[in-house]
Nanobody, 120 residues
Framework: QVQLVESGGGLVQAGGSLRLSCAASGSIESINAMGWYRQAPGKQRELVAH???????NYADSVKGRFTISRDNAKNTVYLQMNSLTPEDTAVYYC??????????????WGQGTQVTVSS
C-alpha cells in the first residue's frame, strides 16, 4: 500500500558528496516522519538522520555537520545530502517512512536500500 523508491547511491571518492532521494507513494493520508538508516557489512542497521513533518531533525553523531536531511511534504519525498564522505560511510542506506493510510491505519515502511560506497 506504500512504496518507497530510493535513488542517488553510488561510488564516490573520500571527501566527495552524494544526494539520496526517497519518494513515497500509495494510499497515504499523511507521513509523520521520514528517515535514513544504514547498514554496513557485519553491523546492525543504525539511524543516520530523521525528520518529522514539522521539520524537526536529528542526526547520528557520526554524521553531524556533514549530512543534511530535508523533505518535500508536497511530494512525500525525503532527501539526504551527504558531504565530506569517508570510507566509514560505506553501507546500504535505507529510507523509512511512518504515517497513516487513507483508511486510517498507521504504517511503517522501508525502502529497498541503495548502496553507497566511499573509496579511500
Amino acid at each position: 500500500q506504500v512504496q518507497l523508491v530510493e535513488s542517488g547511491g553510488g561510488l564516490v571518492q573520500a571527501g566527495g558528496s552524494l544526494r539520496l532521494s526517497c519518494a513515497a507513494s500509495g494510499s497515504i493520508e499523511s507521513i509523520n516522519a521520514m528517515g535514513w538508516y544504514r547498514q554496513a557489512p557485519g553491523k546492525q542497521r543504525e539511524l543516520v538522520a530523521h525528520i518529522t513533518s514539522g521539520g524537526s531533525t536529528n542526526y547520528a553523531d557520526s554524521v553531524k555537520g556533514r549530512f543534511t536531511i530535508s523533505r518535500d511534504n508536497a511530494k512525500n519525498t525525503v532527501y539526504l545530502q551527504m558531504n565530506s564522505l569517508t570510507p566509514e560511510d560505506t553501507a546500504v542506506y535505507y529510507c523509512n517512512a511512518m504515517g497513516r493510510l487513507r483508511v486510517g491505519v498507521k504504517f511503517n515502511y522501508w525502502g529497498q536500500g541503495t548502496q553507497v560506497t566511499v573509496s579511500s
